[in-house]
């Protein structure tokens, strides 16, 4: 509940998720405490979805997005990760862009690795 998770801050040497930051619907505050959670030196790994950098298909994924979301239990197509992950407190070490299979307002895909700025 609140986002909070039922561990001592620093508990883990990585966090992982894929396709998650679309889905929660306070990215900010869970990104803030995957922070608290990770030791010195500890990495955050993800695999999600996202906004596309084309501004035809981004503009069609703020169309889309209110319907999308609704149908699709939270699911938003139009989040730009990367720049989630940093203004929650991450410097991204790694990031790789690219276009997936499937139709390019669901297939835009950002896979990184970021370490928390303390």
């Known amino acids: 509940p609140g986002g909070s998770l039922p561990f001592r801050q620093g508990r883990f040497d ?5 396709w998650t930051l679309c889905s929660i619907p306070e990215p900010a505050k869970m990104l803030a ?13 993800f695999i999600e979805h996202g906004r596309s950098p084309s501004r035809r298909t981004e ?13 699709m239990d939270g699911c938003n197509i139009n989040r730009p990760i990367d720049l989630l992950v940093e203004s929650g407190g ?11 299979k ?15 700025s303390r």
Request: hydrophobic share 35%; aromatic share 10%; charged share 25%.
């Open 59 to 71: 503009r069609w994924q703020n169309r889309l997005n209110p319907t999308w979301r609704r149908l």
């Open 102 to 116: 499937g139709p390019s307002v669901l297939a835009h895909m950002y896979r990184g690795i970021a370490t928390p």
């Open 33 to 45: 405490e995957m922070r608290r959670l990770l030791k010195p030196g500890g990495r955050y790994l």
């Open 90 to 100: 991450f410097s991204l070490d790694s990031l790789r862009r690219f276009q997936h």
């Open 14 to 18: 990585c966090i992982v998720t894929t």
